[in-house]
């Protein structure tokens, strides 16, 4: 089957739908165990998710994880990257 150029409304919908960063990790998660992850990694990945909500506290940033995109994380880490 060709990919179509379009999205269908279903895609559309999930595209606009806003999520915590607990509820992303909980679908993740529920991947990871469907892939038959090791719990370890699964551990793994829960300490780097908490340690960049940590970081994020750090620098005073009020956004969830999934709210940033790479602009906005280039940007905050070039300038805190400056005052060091």
Not at 13 to 29: C, G
Not at 55 to 73: A, P, R, Y
Request: glycine share 2%.
């Amino acid at each position: 089957m060709a990919r179509r150029k379009r999205l269908t409304d279903d895609e559309l919908k999930l595209i606009d739908t806003k999520i915590s960063d607990e509820e992303a990790f909980k679908q993740f998660k529920r991947n990871c165990l469907i892939r038959n992850l090791r719990p370890a990694t699964i551990k793994y990945y829960k300490s780097e998710l908490l340690a960049v909500k940590a970081s994020l506290k750090e620098l005073e940033i009020k956004k969830d994880i999934v709210q940033l995109t790479q602009k906005v994380n280039c940007t905050l880490c070039k300038g805190h990257f400056e005052k060091a």
